[in-house]
């Protein structure tokens, strides 16, 4: 009798780097820039997350040897006031020019209560999230958002002409983890990947196919378009998302940018504002007012005494609080694609237990 219960196989961190730091340093990018980009990796895996996690690299690598992605870029840091800068980045991975990018946002929100960088020639980057939470680590509001690659048609429309144009908010807090909110305006492409390696339908509302109808076939919505949340209000946040990352920083906008698996250089756009909260009121007394509201959202009654109350992000980080010994759990169709990409490039495989 065949199972239906998916493998789940336990990696350790130190394996689970070790092979994506050995790929790309293979491939000519920097041990810094390596570590850079695994930890933003690592952390969407040790979420639940594995749209963006280890299994994003295969396509990094892949661009890079294309001469899509520039291994080893020139990265520029141009001022533009006091407290805004521009972040040129040489057609570099995402991951990397976007935690420089939110770093010096943070920086300026020190000095100045809030820091805004704009980022130009760059890549996919991962979750929003990661970097907004490198703003709330540090007691600062994290706003991120970026551009992507054409997948939404505007309403009445149906041919691509937008990214799903995901952003996040990420608040520091008293409970042992911030507050963060992480949305593409569509169901994340990577889910309707993962769908479709995996042989599966998607549910109804999710994509049009190429002729612009109702799809529950993955391989379908792919070759088609993705339909926003909110249908006009999701196209309406995803232009704007544009405007401000594509439109404003001098990156590339619109249908401009290739698909994330097609042939051809992008020019992403990302914008990162860090606020810093003692411009306000001091950080005690932000976190102090954010429990009280916390404690609202809580204590509403429950329509299922059986459910709980969430707050953005909560089960994401219960999810990597969870973890033990530091290891990471990895479902068994992602563990098998990190398996074959080990095979394609030559890396000693991980050490692993399945449970």
Known sequence: MISLVETTYLLSNEEYIRVGKSALIQVGVSTEHSDIVIQSLLDSDQ???????????????????????????????????????????????????????????????????????????????????????????????????????????????KKPVLGNNPWSISVPTHIGHPITLDMANSVARGKIRIKALNGEPIPVGWALNSKGEPTTDA?????????????????????????????????????????????GKRNNGHLFISLNPEAFMSIEEFKNRLNELINMIKSVPKINENTEIYLPGELEWKTKLSLKNDKIKLPERIFDRILSFCHEQQIQLPDYVSV
Request: charged share 15%; proline share 4%; aromatic share 6%.
């Open 47 to 157: 979420k639940g997350i594995h749209t963006h996690g280890l299994f994003r690299l295969p396509t990094y690598i892949k661009q890079i040897s294309r001469g899509n992605i520039n291994p080893q870029p020139i990265i520029q840091l141009i001022e533009k006031g006091s407290n805004i800068k521009l972040l040129d980045g040489d057609s570099g991975l995402g991951s990397v020019n976007s935690f420089y990018a939110m770093k010096e946002a943070i920086k300026l929100s020190s000095e100045k209560g809030i820091g805004i960088v704009g980022v130009r020639n760059s890549n996919h980057f991962g979750t929003a999230a990661y970097y907004a939470e490198l703003a709330s680590s540090q007691n600062k509001i994290g706003i991120v958002m970026t551009n992507a690659s054409p997948a939404i048609a505007p309403t009445g429309g």
């Open 219 to 263: 391989n379908e919505a792919l070759e088609g378009l993705i339909l926003p949340v909110g249908d006009h209000k999701g196209y309406g946040i995803t232009l704007m998302v544009d405007i401000l990352t594509g439109v404003l920083t001098g990156a590339y906008f619109g249908n401009q940018n290739p698909g994330i698996e097609e042939d």
